[in-house]
């Protein structure tokens, strides 16, 4: 997981920490921001200025298994939206601040990206792009913070649907339970007054919802045998 201070391994069962990298040590104005694995089992995230948040100064990592910390982009403002497609051949990334999410040629095998462009643009339509992930269809789901809402894109970028929620900033989803069959969707009370927090008693919340398809499993990071 990613830290104050770096990315670390972390054990539930001890609660302990085990500080692997630390790519950003040099800029103490920094903070990572939405990390996700690759299903090679590499550890990918974004970093952002925590306060400016205009500034299009943060960095994309890639966390190897042997521990290596390579920096793939730069000139991100938000980081988020770190997904893959069922085929493994391409990889989507968000930056919240320009409100649109980028699609990159994705190598599985070396980890490369490259060939990025516009997969889905800000249409006019409240919110931002934040978390996202991939159901057994191919297509991404995408929460929208601000825009109380997921919405459903298909491979080619087209917005399949789009789903209401109960509170305004859904931070991220993810397909859960024994079947996959259950999108979580994260939320937040960010700048939230307390009479938006009245009107929207879920802010804040995880809620559970039956979207009718399943997700993919998420992979987990891939120590190696020296790791």
């Not at 990315?7 to 069962?13: E, G, Q, R, V």
Request: proline share 6%.
């Amino acid at each position: 997981m990613a830290v104050r201070g770096g990315l670390s391994f972390f054990d539930p069962a001890s609660g302990t920490f085990e500080m692997v990298a630390n790519p950003e040590a040099d800029l103490p104005d920094y903070r990572f921001n939405d990390g996700k694995c690759d299903r090679a089992g590499r550890f990918w995230v974004g970093s952002m200025h925590n306060t400016l948040r205009g500034e299009f100064s943060g960095f994309l990592y890639r966390l190897d298994r042997e521990r290596g910390c390579i920096r793939m982009a730069d000139g991100i403002a938000i980081p988020n939206s770190l997904a893959w497609s069922r085929d493994d051949r391409t990889m989507y990334f968000a930056d919240t601040y320009r409100r649109t999410i980028f699609a990159y040629d994705f190598d599985i095998e070396s980890g490369g990206i490259g060939n990025r462009r516009v997969f889905a643009p800000a249409t006019g339509r409240p919110g931002a792009p934040d978390g996202s992930t991939v159901d057994v269809d191919n297509f991404l789901w995408n929460a929208v913070y601000g825009g109380g809402r997921l919405d459903r894109y298909a491979p080619d970028g087209r917005l399949d649907c789009e789903i209401r929620l109960p509170m305004s900033q859904p931070t991220s989803c993810a397909f859960g339970g024994p079947s996959l069959e259950t999108l979580y969707v994260t939320s937040a009370t960010q700048h939230m007054r307390e009479e938006d927090l009245a009107r929207q008693p879920f802010a804040g919340a995880v809620i559970a919802l039956n979207v009718g398809v399943r997700g993919l499993p998420e992979p987990y990071f891939a120590r190696s045998a020296k790791g």
